[in-house]
């Protein structure tokens, strides 16, 4: 199974703040790589996919790259609502597996 | 609206058996891959299962051989039936829809999988 380690564990930030969330694949993904948003009590949502791609309607501010086994999620200017837990998920073969996530509280 | 709903959660002993039921609109679930995925309480999202358009089905492994995916055309409706549960399985289990998104690159389009559309989950609760 490919392994996802994401760093770090949790951070704490300000708003207008830049943010890079890392990620590491235990083998090559490619580009086969997505990064998601968690709430509490919400419906995650997709913000990234194949790495680098934003998805429909996620504000510009959240940026990805990366390829192989090095990836990184960078939110350029932290807003409130940016407030959350975030994750990595390679869809390269399945089992499907995510990082253990990040999450972004406030200073 | 694209969406699906999760339902079928609830409090059952160990050993017991639930089946989760997600009822999508806006979108068809034969035609698309879906997936379950769960959070233990403090823990992250962990991958459950996926089913593809053409009926394929995969399993992670810590599931495998209890849980069951399938699908009714009739209802668009993705299932999840779980068997002998235990304690590790208490979590808020999500349905979501696997997209298959667009990507350009110097080739031409490629296609990507990726859960884009997500339900708020249902809570499962394993305890005597």
């Known amino acids: 199974d490919i392994q996802m380690t994401q760093s770090p564990s949790s951070l704490s930030a300000s708003v207008g703040d830049r943010v890079t969330i890392t990620c590491r694949a235990s083998e090559v993904i490619s580009d086969y790589l997505n990064w998601y948003q968690l709430k509490p009590g919400k419906a995650p949502k997709l913000l990234i996919y194949a790495a680098s791609t934003l998805q429909s309607g996620v504000p510009s501010r959240f940026s990805g790259l990366g390829s192989g086994t090095d990836f990184t999620l960078t939110i350029s200017s932290l807003q409130l609502e940016d407030f959350a837990t975030y994750y990595c998920q390679q869809s390269h073969s399945t089992p499907w597996t995510f990082g253990q996530g990040t999450n972004v509280e406030v200073k | 609206e694209v969406q699906v709903v999760e339902s079928g959660g609830g409090l059952i002993q160990p050993g017991g058996s639930l089946r989760l039921s997600c009822p999508a609109s806006g979108f068809t679930v034969s035609n698309n891959f879906m997936a379950w995925v769960r959070q233990a309480p403090g823990k992250g999202l962990e991958w459950v299962s996926l089913?593809?358009?053409?009926?394929?089905?995969y399993y992670a492994d810590s599931v495998k051989g209890r849980f069951t995916i399938s699908r009714d055309n009739s209802k668009n409706t993705l299932y999840l039936q779980m068997n002998s549960l235990g304690a590790e399985d208490s979590a808020v289990y999500y349905c979501a829809r696997v997209g298959q998104l667009e990507r350009r690159g110097d080739g031409g389009f490629y296609y990507y999988s990726a859960m884009d559309v997500w339900g708020q989950g249902t809570t499962v609760t394993v305890s005597s």
């Open positions: 089913i593809y358009s053409g009926g394929d089905t």
